[in-house]
């Protein structure tokens, strides 16, 4: 058996939503866990925060599932529903939905339901995505009446540029107050990086995505500065060992030639397991604990790391390849990514392993 694994602190899962909550300062918290909980897998997740406040994901039929499986709290589509058919399953699993087109508010209109819903009206308000603009708000209003069953009403949008220091969310809440003049209703707006960096967006409900899973929204701190704990560990082994001359190549297209004599390891890693393959020379990852680089490109099962550093360093050292005191936004960066791609792309062949 290969020697990849990822391994899943659920622990830290938890402590990090526990964070969540207390920055939130008496909002409610949806754990988001789209994308198979940042690739982490959504039922595990949901299990680890079995009692966050609620959930906010994509797949109606992964919604469905958390409610057959016991999950009470509630759980918000944030793509809303795309037929009168999943909008009646919607309302008979008592799921919440965010509405962001006026095609959407008009299946609400003309459905006859038995179940109350409750709706999250996405307001676009810069990030030009999802989204009601200001010139539809009225039709939109109208439509709302003319919907029956409706429980209530959050209004809701997502800031583009929050984890940028020099813009932030200032534009876009001065659009959404804008538009939300005179609706005396909850709001829902703060992802990752507005719930740690603007209190002011915090309102009733935060939706608290990446830093969930121990990475930083911000380009400028890290996880580890923000309190955050890595759920993911991908580690692996040196499989092989070679020593080069000066001169020597390594990997597919020779694109590291060694200025000197020198020792690198093979591990069992490379892009069929999710690794990207766009990291080059000099991409951070641990060996035995201690930091080196890897070296060459790396290929669909393997990648080569610099042995420099770890002379005693042989087939077995243990290699990590993000999570455990590496994280994976530091490696991202040095693949010209950022981590919430690293963390979506491992593969169903990488064994998982909880701790």
């Known amino acids: 058996m290969r020697p990849l694994r990822a391994l899943f602190d659920w622990s830290a899962l938890a402590a990090n939503y526990a964070l969540a909550r207390r920055l939130a300062r008496g909002a409610r918290a949806f754990a988001v866990i789209k994308a198979d909980a ?52 919607a309302g008979a699993y008592r799921l919440s939905v965010v509405v962001h087109s006026l095609e959407q508010l008009r299946m609400l209109a003309a459905a006859r339901r038995s179940h109350p819903l409750e709706v999250f009206l996405k307001l676009n308000t810069g990030m030009n995505r999802l989204g009601l603009g200001p010139g539809e708000l009225t039709a939109a209003r109208e439509l709302l009446k003319a919907a029956r069953g409706i429980d209530s009403v959050v209004l809701m949008t997502h800031f583009a540029t929050a984890d940028e220091g020099a813009e932030g969310v200032t534009a876009q809440l001065e659009r959404f107050e804008a538009m939300a003049a005179g609706l005396r209703l909850p709001r829902s707006l703060a992802n990752s990086a507005a719930l740690l960096r ?66 690198i390891g093979i591990v069992a890693c490379g892009y069929a397991d999710g690794y990207p393959r766009h990291a080059g020379t000099g991409t951070p990852v641990l060996v035995n604990g201690v930091r080196t680089r890897t070296v060459g490109r790396v290929s669909m099962d393997m990648l080569s790391v610099d042995l420099t550093p770890l002379p005693e360093a042989g087939v077995g050292a243990r290699v990590i390849l993000w999570g455990e005191a590496l994280s994976v936004d530091e490696v991202a960066r040095a693949a010209g990514t950022i981590g919430y791609e690293l963390l979506c792309r491992l593969t169903s062949r990488v064994p998982r392993v909880d701790r």
């Open 198 to 263: 603007y209190p002011q967006t915090h309102g009733d409900w935060v939706r608290p995505g990446i830093m969930l899973y121990g990475s930083s929204p911000f380009a400028d701190q890290s996880a580890e500065a923000l309190g955050l704990r890595p759920v993911m560990t991908l580690e692996s082994q040196v499989i092989a060992v070679q020593t080069l001359q000066a001169g020597d190549r390594v990997g597919y297209g020779g694109t590291f030639t060694a200025p000197h004599s020198m020792r």
């Open 38 to 89: 940042y690739g982490h897998g959504y039922l595990k997740a949901a299990q680890a925060l079995r009692d966050a406040d609620g959930f906010a994901l994509l797949e109606i039929e992964r919604a469905v599932e958390l409610r057959d499986r016991g999950f009470r709290q509630p759980i918000l589509l944030l793509e809303g529903f795309f037929s009168p058919e999943e909008l009646a399953m």
